[in-house]
């Protein structure tokens, strides 16, 4: 973890003292204040601040007062208070999250990668529309559909989006409509397949008193709810096809009549379809219309399934996680173990599945952590380590802890490297007997330890993976992420 700044603003000369010693003791520095009334004196540039840890500010209203001053400040702070009650952390939206004295070591590490994600999310809000936060991903795919999105969301074109079920189409239907002119019109929803056919003319049209039995009174239908706005109509694959040929007039003429009636009537309506269907296996079935298909087909925007992205699964997950939390429905942390499981995954239920996944967890694990061996069993998945791209996607989300990256310079048991500058050798590691009278930073040399002791145990077991868990009372897969972790490289067979 990259050493950063750290504002602690807190009346207790203790709890200062504490925070700080914890701060340091995570490799950032801690700029303190002291003085509540010129708390600004004590801090140089406010634009060097990772995050603020805010406790007691002597009452409620200097809190008020300096939660707002940190939020609404250009540099965009993220903000942790202390001990603070839900109903006054709920005023602040720039307040990010809330931590319990005392502090320990993991939650702080959490808070700093949190912060991290939030600075990082701030800064790309200056750069495009915030609707996108619905739209996730970083992944070249998604980059894509988003670049598409903002290309044809300010035209009349017809759109269609193929994907498969649980890719969030519906989602891209939502930002074509808010980035569209239309965006202060109705966006109206229909599932084509979850619609009887012979219910779909009345429920699309909208029916006059006595068209039918039942009709008791007239209704518009989903073209007239939609006018001047967004019809979006989903799985459009499973349209019968007598009603594929009342859309595609409605299409080319811009008209409609009610069920029941003769009065025609304009529709001022984009139309967005979607479906998770092969229309072109449909047409040549004689279950599609390839003259709809086309008229539909202006500009066609594929939704990736989450397999095909997997780097975008840390990502997802943590959103997932922020929404239950805004929600107050729980919370939930994954170590970096269970989150590479998960992204070796196939998902052919999609974004959805994972959904379903995570408010599983939440519920199973509530404000806990989960590890591999907490997943569901489908999910537990063991294999090489990952692609730099998915790893340093978990990396840098406040799911769990990051961990020291430690570079060997030596080959076999002749072991002796550095970790961010410090030296070490076998000898001093495990024949210490004291503390040097110049200190000792213990979690560089706790590290170190550890990376000895992976070593000894991969010779020992002749390089087997597997025994040397065993002999670590570790499973496979977390020792695997350690050597990744700690760059210890795999020069024999690792079965």
Not at 210 to 220: H, L, N
Request: one cysteine or more; aromatic letters at 6%; charged letters at 25%.
């Amino acid at each position: 973890m990259n050493a950063c700044n750290i504002l602690v603003i807190d009346i207790d000369p203790q709890r200062r003292e504490t925070l700080s010693t914890l701060i340091a003791f995570v490799n950032c520095h801690a700029v303190v204040v002291n003085d509540m009334e010129n708390w600004f004196d004590s801090v140089n540039d406010l634009n060097d601040i990772a995050l603020a840890l805010v406790g007691d500010c002597g009452g409620v209203s200097p809190t008020k007062q300096l939660l707002r001053e940190l939020i609404n400040h250009e540099a965009r702070i993220p903000v942790f208070t202390l001990d603070y009650p839900e109903a006054l952390i709920r005023e602040f939206p720039g307040s990010i999250g809330s931590l319990n004295y005392p502090i320990k070591y993991l939650q702080l590490n959490n808070a700093i990668q949190q912060a991290s994600v939030y600075r990082n999310q701030a800064d790309n809000q200056a750069e495009t529309e915030p609707l996108f936060r619905s739209l996730v991903g970083n992944s070249t795919k998604m980059k894509r559909v988003q670049k598409m999105i903002h290309q044809v969301s300010d035209s009349e074109a017809n759109v269609l989006i193929l994907g498969e079920s649980g890719t969030g189409k519906e989602v891209v239907a939502r930002n074509l409509h808010y980035f569209s002119s239309r965006r202060d019109k109705p966006f109206v929803p229909v599932n084509c397949g979850a619609i009887p056919g012979e219910l779909l003319e009345s429920e699309l049209f909208g029916h006059e008193k006595g068209a039918f039995t039942g009709a008791i009174t007239a209704r518009k239908g989903r073209f007239e709810m939609a006018e001047g706005g967004t019809l979006f109509l989903d799985e459009i694959g499973d349209m019968p096809l007598p009603m594929q040929v009342k859309l595609l007039r409605i299409l080319q003429e811009r008209t409609f009549e009610r069920v029941g009636s003769n009065k025609t009537q304009k529709a001022n309506v984009r139309v967005i379809a979607a479906t998770h269907r092969n229309l072109e296996t449909h047409i040549g079935d004689g279950r599609f219309r390839e003259d709809l298909f086309y008229r539909l087909n202006v500009f066609p925007i594929e939704m990736p399934a989450l397999r095909e992205r997997p780097e975008d699964i840390p990502l997802l997950i943590h959103e997932l996680i922020q929404r239950i939390e805004h929600e107050n429905r729980g919370a939930v942390r994954f170590t970096p173990t269970a989150i590479a499981s998960l992204c070796r995954y196939t998902w052919p239920g999609n974004v959805r599945e994972l959904a379903n996944v995570v408010e599983r967890l939440v519920i199973l694990y509530p404000y806990g952590t989960v590890d591999f061996d907490d997943l569901p069993e489908k999910y537990q998945i063991e294999g090489e380590p990952l692609p730099d791209v998915i790893t340093s996607a978990i990396d840098s989300q406040p799911h769990s802890l990051t961990a020291l990256k430690v570079t060997s310079k030596a080959n076999g048991s002749d072991a002796s490297a550095s970790v961010n500058g410090f030296q070490r050798s076998d000898d001093a590691l495990f024949s210490m007997d004291t503390i040097p009278e110049d200190g000792l930073d213990l979690r560089e040399h706790l590290a170190n330890l550890e990376y000895l002791l992976i070593k000894q145990a991969l010779d020992e077991a002749a390089g087997v993976v597997a025994h040397a868990a065993s002999r670590l009372k570790m499973r496979r897969t977390t020792l695997v992420e350690k050597m990744r972790k700690y760059g210890i490289q795999r020069d024999i067979e690792i079965s």
